[in-house]
């Protein structure tokens, strides 16, 4: 009977040590290990994926930034430390005597600076806890591999040539960069581009290459030297398609491939899983909470600040661990800057408030953004713009299902805010650009502007309706207009036939918004002491 109850436990123990990462209640290793799975499946035949995590970034004097982990890397391996590569060959092939199909490198264990900084994984834990089978030192990533990259048809990865900052503590993944780039003869910047050029040239047929080089002189415009490249310049010169596809046959196959990679991940990372839309689901209802609360807590006289405050504290009493993007809470004109941070206004009065913010929950975020009047009661300039966008995004929402494209979207809540602010005089008819300068949709997931196709909605997609119109203090309508910002967005997930506003919490209607505005909020009592200066 003991004996028994002790495996019982053994078993239960190995169970959830091999299931968890780093959020008990976030993405187990299996999950993770099924993403990698499914890359290789789009991955071509004898080609290897390399992904070399986030670097560090340096605040100020020796204070870093939080870490964040490269969201890619993140989805494939559940791992948040820095100085890490993931190494995915399509199929399994012998590495120091041992067959494998993924390698991954990363930091050693350390006393002494996990005393500072924290616990580290280490390679044994990176085996038992997110379940690699072969885990090993990142000083062992060059020739100690057991890798050779010639052996491969292709090499992806992404683009290396942005510079990563100098540091004892990135000294690790420089190095690996360094050798791989070695290893690889990675192009410089210039080559870079030619290579991505290559691809688009070995891409094209009789039919596209028309389009090609309508594409490659906008780039040359951009990057004239482009032009100095022969083949380049030959395909783009050639008389006739027929001439061109001579000189496409021309262009070398590449081995290294920097483009590819981030399409695939997009592929994957566009349609959720099950899991995937649980902790989507969480991080929208906790930033939908958070809306609740400010419009029962706003007030005349309260600041940018401390609305941003009651937001972020929301997050945190639920025990978000992040935010998906600096907040965003412009009272008035402020609400026309579209990514306005620095949320330093004080003594907001009657005008609107637009606030949009998002919890990161489990690594997945929300974006949300409601626009309420200050003091409880929308004007009328307020409730007729507010009204067009609300039309404009329940436009959308109608039209979301499976089939439909981004664009679609776009366009029924925009023929809406085009025909309205004409109606209301403020533009000509097919002005509405200048006062509705951004797309309404984008996917969201592990990155608020999530990986994603522009492909038609598929069930399990995640995204947003955003809708906005901004009419800046001087703009050329009537002044009455002026400083009126409001955009609405929710957070829409497609079902097999139709689509669930997972943000539908936090109220959207101005009557709704009126109406909870009314409510009482536990802060009023919250009362802290004067601070003298
Ligand atoms: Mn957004």
Request: proline share 4%; charged share 25%; net charge negative.
């Amino acid at each position: 009977m003991k004996k028994t109850l002790w495996t019982l436990l053994l078993l239960v123990f190995s169970l959830t040590a091999f299931s968890q990462s780093y959020f008990e209640d976030g993405l187990t290793s299996e999950w993770h290990s099924q993403r990698r799975d499914e890359l290789r499946e789009i991955m071509p035949a004898n080609s290897v994926a390399v992904f070399f995590n986030n670097p560090v970034k340096n605040r100020t004097n020796d204070v870093d930034f939080i870490y964040h982990p490269n969201t890619d890397f993140f989805y494939l391996t559940g791992f948040r430390e820095p100085n890490a590569v993931l190494v995915v060959f399509s199929e399994e092939r012998e590495v120091n005597g041992q067959l494998s199909d993924e390698l991954i490198f990363l930091q050693n264990r350390d006393p002494r600076a996990e005393m500072w900084d924290g616990k580290r994984l280490g390679t044994e834990g990176m085996m038992s806890e997110l379940g690699f089978e072969k885990a090993l030192l990142n000083s062992d990533f060059g020739d100690k591999s057991g890798i050779n990259l010639n052996d491969f048809n292709k090499i992806l990865t992404f683009s290396l040539s942005e510079a990563i900052e100098e540091s004892t503590t990135n000294q690790p993944l420089i190095q690996m960069v360094n050798q791989f780039k070695t290893a690889t003869a990675y192009p410089d910047k210039l080559n870079e581009m030619s290579a991505q050029v290559y691809k688009l040239i070995k891409n094209s047929d009789l039919e596209t290459s028309d389009r090609v080089v309508q594409m490659l002189k906008r780039y040359s415009r951009q990057y004239p030297d482009m032009m100095e490249d022969p083949l380049i310049s030959s395909f783009m010169n050639a008389e006739s398609p027929e001439k061109r596809m001579v000189v496409k046959e021309e262009v070398p196959e590449q081995k290294l491939d920097i483009s590819s990679l981030g399409d695939m991940m997009a592929v994957l990372r566009e349609v959720k899983t099950p899991e995937e839309i649980t902790l989507l689901k969480k991080a929208v209802k906790i930033s939908a909470v958070g809306q609740v609360e400010v419009m029962k807590a706003a007030k005349v006289g309260m600041t940018e600040r401390e609305i941003q405050g009651v937001h972020e504290f929301i997050y945190k009493r639920y025990g978000a661990e992040d935010l998906g993007y600096p907040s965003i809470v412009g009272g008035g004109n402020n609400g026309c800057i579209l990514h306005y941070i620095e949320n330093d206004k004080r003594d907001l009065n009657e005008r609107l408030l637009l606030m949009d913010l998002g919890a990161e929950w489990r690594g997945y975020t929300a974006d949300v953004t409601r626009t309420i009047p200050i003091s409880g009661k929308f004007n009328a300039e307020e409730k007729a713009i507010y009204e067009l966008v609300y039309q404009a995004q329940e436009a959308g929402i109608a039209l979301s299902k499976p089939g439909v494209t981004f664009q679609e979207i776009d366009a029924a809540g925009r023929t809406i805010i085009d025909d309205g602010l004409a109606k209301l005089g403020i533009i000509k008819k097919g002005e509405s650009h200048m006062y509705f300068p951004h797309g309404t949709s984008h996917h969201i997931g592990l990155d608020v502007h999530d990986r994603g196709t522009r492909d038609a909605l598929k069930k399990g997609v995640v995204f947003t309706i955003e809708p906005g119109i901004y009419i800046p203090a001087g703009s050329d309508c009537d002044p009455k207009w002026w400083g009126i910002a409001v955009r609405i967005e929710d957070d829409i997930l497609i079902t097999s036939d139709g689509n669930v506003n997972l943000s539908a919490d936090a109220p959207r209607t101005i009557f709704a918004i009126e109406e909870m505005m009314r409510h009482p909020s536990v802060l009023e009592e919250w009362v802290l002491p004067e601070i003298d200066e």
